[in-house]
């Protein structure tokens, strides 16, 4: 059985998906885009604090971008698992994710 769920890029349309699990979802990945738009400012004290636009209350600080940054996808990724586990979020709207993150200023 082949783990069409782990790689994103091969279910692109709905005949992928049917072929590849047939009776689990029939349909287009692309139907479910989700965008993440990740926002970064800097602190006086130097650190970094990120948030996701589309998940309030998830933000992180760091003492670098990019710590800050893994902090906060690895929260945001956290918050959506946990949203489908509770039945509070589609798991198709997952299947095509995008993440923004602007280049710091």
């Given at each position: 059985?082949?783990?069409?769920?782990?790689?994103?890029r091969?279910?692109?349309?709905?005949?992928?998906?049917?072929?590849?699990?047939?009776?689990?979802?029939?349909?287009?990945?692309?139907?479910?885009?989700?965008q993440?738009?990740?926002?970064?400012d800097?602190?006086?004290d130097?650190?970094?604090i990120?948030?996701?636009?589309e998940?309030?209350?998830v933000l992180?600080?760091?003492?670098?971008?990019?710590q800050?940054l893994?902090k906060?996808l690895a929260l945001?990724?956290?918050?959506?698992?946990?949203?489908?586990e509770?039945?509070?979020r589609?798991?198709?709207?997952?299947?095509s994710?995008?993440?923004?993150?602007?280049?710091?200023a």
């Open positions: 059985m082949r783990s069409w769920w782990c790689d994103h091969r279910a692109t349309s709905a005949a992928n998906v049917a072929s590849s699990a047939p009776g689990i979802w029939n349909v287009s990945a692309l139907d479910f885009r989700m993440l738009t990740l926002e970064f800097r602190e006086e130097g650190r970094w990120g948030s996701v636009l998940l309030p209350g992180a600080y760091g003492d670098t971008r990019e800050a893994a906060m945001a990724y956290t918050t959506l698992a946990d949203e489908v509770h039945g509070e589609d798991p198709r709207s997952l299947l994710l995008a993440v923004h993150a602007p280049e710091a």
